[in-house]
């Protein structure tokens, strides 16, 4: 996939994920993988963003969490390795952020004694390369009707400029590019 494929492929999935947001009111978590297909069938494309939602029950205790990573990825990695060559991973999801002051000791203290300052939109996007992260902030509007006709919630997304140049997170889903590659 040539840098300019991939730029346009995570363009397009960043537009997606922001329209959906705006229009559902709220986001499913779940990793993205960007892939070339090895041998793709005529009139198919030769690259594909593949969205695998994450299931609820997966997101609710760090054991839960760890099963998710350590076990499940690892098997779907493996199957989407046959039929493709993936050059990036990425997940996004709704979370809280709480902020810290230079002086806080993340070993030594629990980061959740820290009070919620602000609900966003995190992506995160790993190339061989690099990484590169996206953080939106969420501001509710209140309710209004989709273009479906359904209610939800109507927000705007603002990104975060002091996050904008995080180009490093730590994490239980960092490293998931190393892991997709060695299935």
Request: glycine fraction near 4%; charged fraction near 30%; hydrophobic fraction near 35%.
């Amino acid at each position: 996939m040539t840098p300019e494929t991939h730029k346009e492929l995570v363009d397009n999935y960043l537009d997606h994920i922001q329209r959906y947001m705006k229009d559902t009111g709220g986001l499913f978590p779940h990793i993205v993988i960007f892939a070339e297909h090895k041998t793709p069938e005529e009139n198919q494309p030769a690259n594909s963003i593949i969205h695998i939602p994450i299931p609820s029950q997966y997101m609710d205790t760090e054991n839960d969490k760890n099963e998710l990573v350590d076990e499940i990825f690892p098997s779907i990695f493996k199957k989407v390795n046959e039929t493709f060559i993936p050059s990036a991973i990425g997940w996004a999801s709704e979370a809280w952020m709480r902020t810290a002051g230079a002086d806080f000791d993340i070993d030594k203290e629990d980061y959740k004694t820290l009070p919620i300052q602000k609900e966003v939109l995190f992506i995160c996007i790993e190339t061989a390369n690099d990484s590169k992260t996206y953080v939106y902030e969420i501001k509710r509007n209140g309710q209004q009707i989709n273009s479906d006709g359904e209610l939800t919630d109507s927000i705007d997304l603002i990104e975060i400029p002091e996050m904008k140049n995080v180009d490093k997170t730590e994490g239980r889903f960092s490293g998931l590019y190393k892991k997709l590659k060695v299935c």
